[in-house]
């Protein structure tokens, strides 16, 4: 049964300029052709490119411009915010990045107060903007959320119409309900094979077949037993046995679900 992984960043492989392709770059053996053969070698045949900044995000969309099963996500990440708040041209380079015909939603972008590398005001200034984009051009929202729920939620309640994905989710039950209420879909990724912490597992466990869907976050977060290697798309896999397994799920049943889940909220 086929996958997708909603969240990579496979990208940055052949960009030599930004600091996760240095991490890509540790293995000699790996290519954007090498990674996208073995993911398809995997089940893995759709993966979304998830952009972190507007130069990130506008690699992204070139990079997938000719990928088949590749598409592009267009997005201002947390820490990046107070670089963005007053650089209109930046903001109008963004918004012409929208209307590519493979820019599948805007993301990642949200709350991070575990690092806070921007101040809380800029986070929330740069996530509204994004919101409001994704508003005007009709396109789901990938967030990235960490420590920040109490914050997120009521700026969510803004934006009634708003459809999205709650990435990389290391959170609570609670807020997994939360997610439910609200519509949105909860990205799972290698964390959930080697987390110590018994809320998030129990989360994992909570989350709705209707509402899960799986990622990578490639090149980081590794799933177990693969931990100490660099993370590929191919390795949506791996996430798949173990959650079918954690949850008691038929593993056909799981990926024909999530990636269902995934054509839906990406119309792709």
Same mark, same amino acid.
């Given at each position: 049964m086929d996958l997708v992984d909603t969240h990579c960043h496979i990208q940055s492989i052949d960009n030599t300029d930004? +600091?996760?392709?240095k991490i890509w770059n540790k293995d000699p053996e790996i290519s954007s052709e090498s990674v996208i053969k073995d993911a398809v070698s995997a #089940? @893995? =045949? #759709?993966?979304i490119c998830v952009g972190t900044d507007v130069d990130d995000s506008q690699v992204a969309v070139s990079f997938v411009a000719d990928k088949e099963g590749c598409y592009a996500s267009v997005g201002i990440h947390p820490h990046e915010a107070k670089r963005y708040i007053e650089n209109i041209d930046a903001k109008e380079k963004f918004e012409k990045l929208l209307s590519h015909e493979k820019v599948v939603a805007i993301g990642e972008c949200g709350l991070d107060y575990f690092y806070e590398h921007s101040d809380k005001k800029s986070? *929330? =200034? $740069? $996530?509204? /903007?994004? $919101? &409001?984009?994704?508003v005007k051009y009709s396109l789901p929202v990938? /967030? %990235?959320v960490r420590e920040a729920y &109490? &914050? /997120?939620? !009521?700026?969510?309640? &803004?934006? !009634? *119409?708003?459809?999205? @994905? @709650? %990435? +990389?989710f290391t959170d609570n039950v609670q807020n997994v309900n939360k997610a439910v209420e609200h519509g949105f879909f909860i990205g799972v990724n290698g964390i959930s094979t080697f987390t110590k912490e018994a809320d998030q597992i129990d989360a994992y466990k909570a989350i709705p077949l209707s509402n899960l869907l799986l990622e990578t976050d490639s090149p980081f977060l590794t799933p177990k037993p693969f931990r100490g290697t660099i993370n590929q798309p #191919?390795? @949506?896999s791996v996430v798949a046995d173990f959650l079918s397994d954690l949850r008691n799920e038929d593993r056909a049943e799981l990926a024909k679900q999530t990636t269902k889940n995934a054509h839906t909220i990406f119309n792709i």
């Open positions: 930004d +600091s996760i392709s #089940k @893995v =045949t #759709k993966m986070q *929330e =200034t $740069l $996530l509204r /903007f994004q $919101l &409001d984009m994704a990938i /967030f %990235h &109490d &914050d /997120f939620w !009521p700026i969510i309640a &803004d934006y !009634p *119409e708003i459809r999205g @994905v @709650v %990435h +990389s #191919k390795m @949506v």
